[in-house]
């Protein structure tokens, strides 16, 4: 899947919103949210590998990351 902008931009404003209409601030609540929301956005990223290894025969080697990002 590609990163989507959007849908952190989305639950950015969510955090926010949610945020400014309490009576008391959490800063730290705030961070845990945000960094969540940043680290599904990252996550969500294709890597797509197109050059720079070579096989055991002199051949590029192409293809899509099969894998997660920790």
């Known amino acids: 899947m590609a990163l989507n902008k959007s849908a952190l931009k989305s639950e950015i404003v969510s ?3 949610d ?3 309490r009576e008391t601030n959490s800063v730290d609540e705030f961070a845990t949210r945000l960094s969540n929301a940043i680290d ?3 996550k969500g990223a294709d890597i797509i590998y197109t ?3 070579i096989d055991a025969e002199a051949r590029p080697v192409t293809g899509t990351f099969e894998g997660d990002l920790e």
């Open 15 to 17: 955090i926010m919103t």
């Open 19 to 21: 945020m400014l209409t």
């Open 40 to 42: 599904t956005y990252v």
């Open 51 to 53: 050059a720079g290894l």
